[in-house]
């Protein structure tokens, strides 16, 4: 996979989870990357919400994402975060494995009461 192509995809499926964590949290009375994030220098450039004051809790991820190509398999790929992984591999005699770490964060104000 090129680096473009890679990059595209994990920025596709960081939206796609945010998104579908926003209808999620909207539901419930709280909120992820809400329009209304101001920063206060007062505060150590902590985020808020502009409107309720109300401090973000930054929510950061570290993922790693391996790839295995083989000549006896068509290859696997797996998502690990944590102590929990994802994937599948096949058996090989020669293959090629590349790693690539993905932080990013995200501000969530969680719902009230």
Not at 32 to 47: E, I, K, T
Not at 82 to 108: E, Y
């Amino acid at each position: 996979m090129k680096l473009k192509d890679f990059v595209a995809e994990t920025l596709n499926e960081i939206v796609d989870g945010v998104l579908v964590a926003q209808a999620h949290y909207k539901e419930k009375g709280g909120s992820v990357n809400s329009p209304d994030l101001q920063f206060r220098a007062d505060q150590g450039l902590q985020l808020w919400d502009g409107v309720t004051g109300q401090p973000a809790h930054n929510i950061e991820f570290d993922v790693a994402v391996t790839t295995t190509e083989g000549t006896e398999t068509k290859g696997g790929v797996g998502v690990f975060v944590g102590p929990i992984g994802l994937g599948s591999q096949g058996k090989s005699d020669a293959s090629n494995t590349s790693c690539s770490r993905i932080k990013f964060s995200v501000p969530v104000f969680l719902p009230k009461g």
